[in-house]
């Protein structure tokens, strides 16, 4: 590990592991551009002879494929907002508590991260019949009302705690409530964690397979991970097809996580005032 | 709704004419009273009804639902649509469960009985009994026979597909052989798939193989038959599988011997890496068991030509049961609506359109022997062969645990067909291991 | 809002405590509650279409006298051995290599992280594809290597550890959680240790690795959580199970015995044994924790 002795070899072994952890991905765009039809490869190659894109057209014939991508941001773009405000609320006044009552806070939130989501599922699925959220979108996003996830919590309360209570003291001084005092001076604090908070949840929730398993009955309110698995079921073999349906659904996050990427360089995590 | 009125009232402001205000007051009385009328009882009566299948047969169910639609202002249909058959029943298990199932689900005959056993579904005997358009008489037998449930009719059958063979006609002309007759032999049969089995280029590596069947209980059954065993050790009251009887055995063997001897099917790294039916679309494949599932994907092959022939003959001839009912569910509000659409869905005319999307054998003796259903002009052109079977063919016994008992069944006979275990010892372990199914079972006693 | 809160006449305290309102509700809700009563169904019979009957401890038996529940337990617990101190590792060396100083850091350290960001199931289908033993990329590149790969996912030996590869690749949160943790720590600290003539394996075993063991006790925590609980997806997705059980685990015997077969008592008895292997793991932690005293103090307890 020297760093002064082998810059070169260093440079080379990045490179060579940033590659690596691209390579499924690399494989997966190249089989989704497969021609249908033709015979599977058997050769290594990394493109096929004649890429094409028409897998792409494919997974749109063959399922309500738009509906399902709106219906994913539809999820995303209600489950983010939510949990951002419930998660960093709850960050918040933990942070702001006694010494104790933060310990007994984070013991709850551990118990809680400890509780398997295969032992939730039954009694959710319900809990939502008789709040008449089943087969609606609120069943997909309702883990949202309570952060999404303690650990997000978690992340807030961290990020919060840093921060001098001399600031909050000014605040209240200046007539500021705790609203205010959230929105104004805590928030753009952890503005880094706010939107790693955010990544993670979209993250999550566009990704997530067995909530609409288990509590949606139509194709309404279907999302993308469900058309993954219906073609998987449907045409087991059709791996460019399959691929095709896999990339598109992967798009939206590796777009954004791109996007996003440049907040999170600027000095991972470490924020202080 | 405040908007609304101050709207009106914008407009009742705007119209000085005395005229043109009792047009209005007409018009608004108009909507009123259509309102009323709504509220009275004219809004159409909901009935879900839920099926699964690929997206060739939501179309063709969708095609039906709209169809009846259009033709009833009373009575409005709701399709869901399951995609995938493995979570469909889970997915009816727990709304079951939860109280509030789709007042019409489309079940397989192998999987109703653990519906009906619990009291889930309502018995159609009554309804049938009094309906002008269809009866009991204008079904094939074997269909409603696998839907009635200790002496009542659980569900109504829509059709009667069987297994049957599936092949590539190109490929058997490139190989100067025949195509196959409407009574060939397991030594034929043999023989064809090993012809059919090519390796082109010399390599070592099969590059067609003759025949794809899935190494299952279900796929397995019409051969057993066929050889004079025995499935189970009693039709209506089984309490084990009875795969370790000789002549059982024995179909099992020569079934298992496809792969392990003749090698004419795909091995098990062949078979996940291009399952048998690609295998069959990409032309790699020449002979294909499967029911009528498969015939709306077929049809879109252009590649080649492609025909279907009865499974080949052992001592006698059998094949097997594949039939889905339309069932109602024993919670629901709006039984007559909802037999009103089962009723048409079952109707020569709900059967005709269905037949159409090629997915369907009709039950519907009437429709099954129309040009809806042979229709000359659509491959296969053989489709009498689906309906030859109807007097040969038999069903898997109707007991509540029979999905549990196929599915431990086929872990065995996939482990005995590729080759890591013997048939008697997969025999063995299936009777065995679905012991506990058969005792937790309710079985059929009229 | 501020306007009510302040007319509630609750002191300051109490105001910052009612931002745990909808947290506290939330998980009382949709955590605590279903999981009491999940958990209490261990003690029933119940198929959910008749009322739950008094079982006592039967289920227990059921579920321990069920061959398959303790292949699942076995193979749950297997599917943590090797993929958690794998994914530990390759998180740390990854976070240690792209620590600092370089060309194009902030492109190589997005590659790292986004395969964790493909959604579950896209993963599990791509994965699917690069483990196809004919045609998959995976094979036919051992294959032009020389070596005669195993069928992977379908090959009962190879299934766990194809499993376990595949779950090496989504490292990208406790990559992240290294690499700050590196960042945390004093610059200097590394070069000191270096002019005092330590080399790189001794600065990493007697300085980097203690400064780190919190957290790398804390990903070892989740981690195991994680891998334990949540394999349902990915294993639904890709073996079901199979091939002939030797990806058979505890989620998804679960999710059977509840989904599949109505027997929910027997799926909460199941319930409660994985809670208690989850605890009894979490509890050796901590012990070897308080051994090597780290991990302990408030400061580092939480991240």
């Keep these: 590990m020297s760093s002064k002795r082998r810059p070169f070899l260093r440079a080379l072994l990045r490179l060579l592991t940033a590659l690596l952890f691209l390579l499924p991905l690399l494989w997966m765009l190249a089989a989704s551009l497969h021609p249908p039809g033709e015979p599977l490869p058997t050769t290594l190659r990394l493109l096929p002879q004649h890429p094409t894109l028409a897998n792409y057209g494919r997974i749109f014939r063959l399922l309500p494929l738009g509906r399902y991508t709106l219906n994913s941001l539809l999820v995303v773009a209600l489950a983010v907002p939510i949990t951002l405000v419930v998660s960093s609320w709850a960050g918040l006044g933990m942070a702001r508590l006694s010494k104790p009552a933060q310990r007994r806070w984070i013991t709850l939130s551990l118990a809680v991260l400890m509780v398997p989501g295969i032992a939730l599922w039954s009694m959710r699925f319900l809990l939502y019949r008789e709040l008449g959220w089943y087969d609606t979108v609120w069943a997909l996003i309702a883990p949202a009302w309570m952060g999404t996830s303690p650990f997000y919590v978690l992340m807030f309360y961290r990020a919060f705690r840093r921060i001098p209570g001399a600031i909050f003291d000014a605040a209240q001084l200046e007539g500021a409530g705790v609203l205010q005092t959230w929105r104004l001076v805590a928030l753009p604090m952890a503005r880094t964690t706010a939107v790693g908070v955010g990544l993670l949840t979209f993250v999550f929730y566009w990704g997530d397979f067995t909530s609409p398993l288990l509590y949606l009955r139509s194709g309404r309110h279907a999302t993308l991970p469900v058309a993954l698995q219906t073609l998987q079921q449907l045409s087991r073999s059709d791996w460019a097809l399959m691929l095709a349906a896999a990339v598109w659904t992967t798009l939206v996050p590796v777009v954004l996580f791109l996007l996003l990427q440049p907040i999170f360089n600027r000095r991972p995590k470490g924020e202080r005032p | ?446 | 809002m501020p306007e009510r809160l302040s007319r509630l006449r609750l002191s300051r305290q109490d105001r910052w405590g009612l931002l745990l309102l909808p947290y506290a509700l939330g998980i009382f809700v949709l955590v605590i509650v279903p999981a009491v009563f999940s958990f209490g169904l261990a003690f029933f019979h119940y198929d959910a279409l008749s009322p739950p009957v008094w079982a006592g401890t039967l289920n227990f038996v059921l579920a321990y006298t069920d061959e398959l529940f303790l292949l699942s337990v076995r193979h749950s617990l297997a599917l943590i051995l090797l993929p958690v101190p794998l994914r530990l590792f390759g998180a740390f060396f990854v976070a240690r290599l792209l620590q600092r100083n370089g060309r194009f850091l902030n492109w190589f350290r997005a590659a790292v992280y986004l395969p964790t960001i493909v959604p579950g199931a896209a993963f599990a289908l791509a994965w699917l594809w690069i483990l196809n033993p004919l045609y998959g990329p995976l094979n036919l590149l051992l294959r032009a290597l020389g070596f005669a790969p195993p069928a992977w996912l379908i090959d009962p030996t190879w299934a766990r550890p194809a499993l376990a590869l595949m779950a090496l690749w989504q490292i990208g949160e406790g990559f992240i959680v290294c690499l700050a943790a590196l960042y945390d720590m004093p610059p200097d600290l590394e070069d000191a240790a270096r002019i005092d003539g330590a080399n790189g394996r001794a600065t990493l075993r007697h300085i980097i690795l203690p400064l780190l063991a919190p957290i790398l006790l804390l990903l070892t925590f989740r981690d195991v959580i994680l891998t334990f609980q949540e394999t349902f997806t990915q294993i639904y997705l890709t073996t079901q199970g199979g091939p002939y059980y030797a990806t058979y685990t505890m989620p998804l015997f679960i999710y059977e015995q509840g989904f599949d077969l109505q027997a929910f008592g027997v799926a909460s008895a199941a319930m409660w044994v994985m809670y208690a292997i989850t605890g009894l793991i979490v509890v050796a932690l901590v012990v070897i924790a308080r051994q090597w005293h780290i991990g302990t103090t408030e400061e580092t307890f939480v991240l």
Aim: net charge negative; proline share 6%.
């Design chain 2, 1 to 446: 709704m405040e908007r609304v009125q101050s709207q009106t009232n914008q407009k009742r402001g705007a119209a000085s004419n005395n005229r043109q205000r009792s047009l209005l007051c007409l018009s608004g009385c108009f909507i009123f009273l259509l309102l009323i009328s709504g509220c009275g009882g004219k809004a159409p009566t909901a009935v879900s009804f839920m099926v699964f299948g690929d997206p060739a047969e939501y179309n063709a169910y969708e095609d039906l639902v709209d169809t009846f639609n259009a033709g009833h202002d009373d009575i409005q249909v709701e399709l869901t649509h399951v995609p995938s058959p493995g979570e469909y029943r889970t997915r009816l298990l727990t709304e079951f469960a939860a109280g509030t199932p789709p007042d019409i689900s489309l079940m397989n005959y192998r999987r109703v009985v653990s519906f009906a056993a619990n009291g889930m579904l309502e018995p159609l005997d009554s309804y049938l009994a009094q309906s002008s358009l269809i009866q009991p008489e204008d079904f094939y037998p074997v269909a409603l026979d696998a839907f009635t449930w200790q002496g009542q009719l659980m569900c109504l059958p829509q059709n009667i597909s069987s297994l049957v063979v599936y092949y590539n006609a190109d490929l058997f002309a490139a190989a100067g052989l025949p195509e196959p007759a409407d009574k060939w032999t397991w030594e034929e049969f043999g023989q064809t798939a090993v012809t059919l089995t090519r390796d082109f280029d010399g390599d070592g590596t099969i590059d067609q193989y003759g025949l794809g069947v899935e190494p299952s209980l279900f796929r397995a059954a019409p051969f057993i038959w066929q050889n004079n065993g025995p499935l189970v050790d009693d039709e209506t009251q089984p309490t084990r599988l009875t795969l370790t009887r000789p002549p059982s055995l024995a179909a099992l063997q020569w079934f298992t011997d496809l792969h392990n001897v003749a090698h004419v099917v795909p091995g098990r790294e062949e078979e996940a890496s291009q399952d048998s039916e690609s295998r069959f679309l990409a032309g790699t494949t020449a002979m294909y068991l499967n029911s009528r599932r498969g015939v709306p994907t077929y049809r879109e092959i252009d590649s080649f030509a492609w025909n279907v022939a009865p499974l080949p003959n052992g001592q006698t001839s059998a094949s097997i049961l594949h039939s889905d009912g339309f069932c109602l569910a024993g919670t629901a509000v709006n039984k007559d609506a909802a037999w009103t659409f089962i009723e048409f869905a079952n109707s020569v005319e709900g059967q005709t359109i269905l037949a159409g999307t090629g997915r369907t054998v009709p039950s519907l003796i009437a429709v099954a022997q129309s040009d809806a259903f042979l229709n000359p002009g659509q491959s296969p052109s053989r489709a009498q062969v689906y309906l030859d079977n109807a007097p040969i063919m038999r069903r898997v016994p109707l007991i509540s645990t029979w999905e549990e008992i196929e599915s431990v069944a086929d872990e065995e006979i996939e482990r005995a067909f590729y080759g890591d275990i013997s048939v008697e010892e997969a025999a063995r372990l299936a009777t065995q291991r679905t012991e506990e199914y058969f005792l937790r079972a309710d079985f059929n006693a009229p």
